[in-house]
Structure formats: C-alpha cells, structure tokens
C-alpha cells in the first residue's frame, strides 16, 4: 500500500503583488492604530506609553514568539510605578483610547 500526502503548492517567495503588499500595509496600519512611540493609550488593562514601534516582521516573531506576527509595540504601563516595558502584539479596538499623541502622529500623515 502507497500512501501520498498532499503538498502545499509552492510560491516563489519573490512574488509580491503590489495590491496585496499595500492591503497588508493597511491592515497593519489599522491594527497599529495611533500607537507611535511617545503616545499612551488606556484600556480595561491598564494606561500603557509607547516605547517603540517594531514593523520588522522577523523581530516582531522574535519579541511575541508568535510565527505570523507582522508588527509589535514595546510598552510600558505607567499605573505601575514598578512598570517594566514589554511587547504587546494586540490589535488597536473601539476600548482603547488615546491618551495622548505620540511624537510622529501628525508628521506627513493625517491624524487618527
């Protein structure tokens, strides 16, 4: 008896769509949200700063160990004064609200 498994079809990896790369690029924009270093944003979890904005995909894996990650915000609660920064990889909701801006909000783009 044979038995066969069925394999995925290969794509070169070379192959970009420049219509999927920029509707990526705006999911990953949408999901960021306002979050730019220097802006602190509250939810039901806390009042976080923004440390720094990774968009690196790889670092972004490496940081929220997590295989499909595109994106990561390294924060810092500041209701904690023992607060450590850390990464975080959730998607901006309609619970979070801007506290305030950060330092590139309004540079060449239009505010959220």
């Known amino acids: 008896m044979t ?14 769509d420049p219509t999927i790369l920029e509707a990526l690029r705006r999911v990953i924009e949408e999901q960021i949200g306002p979050r730019r270093p220097g802006a602190i944003y509250q939810n039901v979890d806390g009042a ?3 440390l720094a904005l990774i968009r690196d995909p790889q670092r972004a894996r490496e940081l929220l ?4 990650a595109q994106w990561a915000v390294i924060v810092r609660d500041v209701l904690r004064p023992d ?3 850390f990464a975080i990889g959730s998607a901006w909701t309609t619970s979070d609200h801007l506290v305030r801006e950060g330092a590139e909000a309004g540079a060449g783009r239009g505010k959220r």
């Open 65 to 68: 160990r997590r295989r499909c």
């Open 3 to 16: 038995v066969s498994i069925a394999q995925p079809p290969v794509v070169p990896a070379t192959t970009s």
């Open 48 to 50: 976080f700063e923004v």
């Open 83 to 85: 607060g450590e920064p």
